[in-house]
């Protein structure tokens, strides 16, 4: 008897046959943040991108990204030691909003700012396995970057 597979695993193989590692590499990041950055750090971190082996972090503020760009080296050898394939040759930090916990969404700004618009094409939230929205939102976004 054939074990079953989850949805994401499906999903990030074929995302991989079809030359499109980096999301595929963003999921698998995304799930093992806390274990890369530890749980202080996964609350006020997410991983945004993976362009050019250059990943970046949205970090919440100044303060955070300071003390992340003192441990780069550790945080680049963990990241690599998740990744796949190809690995990632720098990180860099932004300061910006993360998302909601568990949506992939950024949170709503507190301080009067305009909100992030992330695309949500229909449906996707409705999807009840965390791993397979951030693919499907990875991919909406992809092609949305395309058209434009």
């Known amino acids: 008897m054939k074990k079953a597979s989850r949805v994401s695993d499906v999903l990030e193989d074929v995302l991989a046959a079809q030359g499109l590692?980096?999301?595929a590499w963003m999921v698998r990041l995304s799930?093992?943040?806390?274990?890369?950055?530890?749980?202080?750090?996964?609350?006020?971190?997410?991983p945004a991108r993976l362009k050019n082996r250059v990943l970046t972090v949205t970090v919440l503020?100044?303060?955070?990204?300071?003390?992340?760009?003192?441990?780069?080296?550790?945080?680049l050898e963990r990241i690599n030691g998740i990744l796949k394939g190809e690995k990632a040759s720098d990180i860099r930090f932004v300061v910006g909003p993360l998302p909601a916990?568990?949506?992939?969404?950024?949170?709503?700004p507190g301080d009067g700012a305009l909100p992030v618009t992330v695309p949500d094409p229909e449906g996707i939230g409705d999807v009840a396995d965390p791993e397979t929205r951030i693919i499907l939102r990875s991919l909406a976004r992809k092609a949305a970057s395309r058209k434009a």
């Open 21 to 23: 590692h980096s999301v």
């Open 31 to 46: 799930s093992e943040w806390p274990q890369i950055v530890g749980p202080l750090l996964s609350g006020k971190t997410c």
């Open 61 to 75: 503020n100044h303060s955070w990204s300071q003390e992340l760009q003192l441990r780069k080296p550790v945080l």
């Open 101 to 108: 916990a568990g949506t992939g969404e950024p949170e709503a």
